[in-house]
Nanobody, 119 residues
């Protein structure tokens, strides 16, 4: 499975971005993680693509939205009301199961990351 992310960039606080993760290969769950310099990797959202079940960390709930477009094999992460503390490298990850939350050890496939900077 290969994952390709796009959509990162620099925005001002309160702004929005949309990240994309396109997968080649069979997966059942896709998640987004982020890691800021000096911090541990943090899971922010996941989606069980077959049933569109989503999960969010408390730090992003109500501001970020994860969605899956099956026709494009792409998972999106809409980031709204961005804060400086959202600044990080964002990674897409995928798994064939059985768990679909945001524990990084459950994910076997990872993208290269896309940078989000909020000032």
């Amino acid at each position: 499975v290969q994952l390709v992310e796009s959509g990162g960039g620099s925005v001002q606080a309160g702004g929005s971005l949309r990240l994309s993760c396109t997968a080649s290969g069979y997966t059942v769950c896709v998640a987004w993680f982020r890691q800021a310099p000096g911090n541990e990797r943090e899971g922010v959202a996941s989606i069980l693509t077959g049933v569109q079940r989503t999960y969010y960390s408390d730090s992003v709930k109500g501001r970020f939205t994860i969605a899956h477009d099956s026709a494009k094999d792409t998972v999106y992460l809409q980031l709204n009301n961005l804060k400086p503390e959202d600044t990080a490298m964002y990674y897409c990850a995928a798994t064939r199961g059985p768990y679909c939350y945001t524990s990084s050890r459950d994910f076997a496939y990872w993208g290269q990351g896309t940078q989000v900077t909020v000032s």
